[in-house]
Every structure is written in C-alpha cells, then in structure tokens.
Nanobody, 123 residues
Framework: QVQLVESGGGLVQTGGSLRLSCAASGRTFSSYAMGWFRQAPGKAREFVSAISVGGGNTYYADSVKGRFTISRDNAKYTVYLQMRSLKPEDTAIYYC????????????????WGQGTQVTVSS
C-alpha cells in the first residue's frame, strides 16, 4: 500500500481557488488510480474526482464538473486537485485515496487514504 499526505487546504472566499496536493510514498504510485473525496460535518464521504493510473481518464462529480481539475505527476508521486469558483457548499475535509489498478467512484473500493485537508469557503 502507499501512504498518502494531503496538503493545500485553507480558508478562501466564495469564488476563490485552491490547489490540493496529495503526495504518495513508494515507487508503485504509477500503478494506482487516485481519487479525491470530501466529507462535510454530519455527512457521508462523497466522491469528488478520480484519475486513472496513466492520467488519461478523469472523472468528476456533477457538483464540481467544470470547476475542479484533477491531474497527476507520476514522476513526483503526486496527484493534484485544482479547485476554482469555490462555493460554500464545497466546504469539507478533502481526502485522497489510492486504488490498485482501476479508478472508482466508490470510497469503499480504495485501499489507502490520507489524513485529509480542511477546505473552508466563506460566503
């Protein structure tokens, strides 16, 4: 399994931008599909975005489509989530997950998780 560490969260005003990073340990990073999920207080963890092992396929929740962009740099063992036009409803703890081989929009199918990074969008 890979170990994951998220960073880049913070407090931003409505309409602002943030870029989250998720750094992975281990040289097997390129064999893992990666996903971003988020969890707001009192709510279940929800899918945000995912990217295939090679980066050629990306997937987004309808709520973030057109505003968020996922990418990965396999040479740096890092996956990114560029977030633009942020809304108060984007406020949550954001987690990255790693899944061997294929992408998934189901949190239960991920093998490893980071500790999360807080994103707060003020109105």
């Amino acid at each position: 399994q890979v170990q994951l560490v998220e960073s880049g969260g913070g407090l931003v005003q409505t309409g602002g931008s943030l870029r989250l990073s998720c750094a992975a340990s281990g040289r097997t990073f390129s064999s893992y599909a990666m996903g971003w999920f988020r969890q707001a207080p009192g709510k279940a963890r929800e899918f945000v975005s995912a990217i295939s092992v090679g980066g050629g396929n990306t997937y987004y929740a309808d709520s973030v489509k057109g505003r968020f962009t996922i990418s990965r740099d396999n040479a740096k063992y890092t996956v990114y989530l560029q977030m633009r036009s942020l809304k108060p409803e984007d406020t949550a703890i954001y987690y990255c997950g790693a899944r061997k081989s294929m992408s998934s929009q189901s949190a239960g199918e991920y093998d490893s998780w980071g500790q999360g990074t807080q994103v707060t969008v003020s109105s």
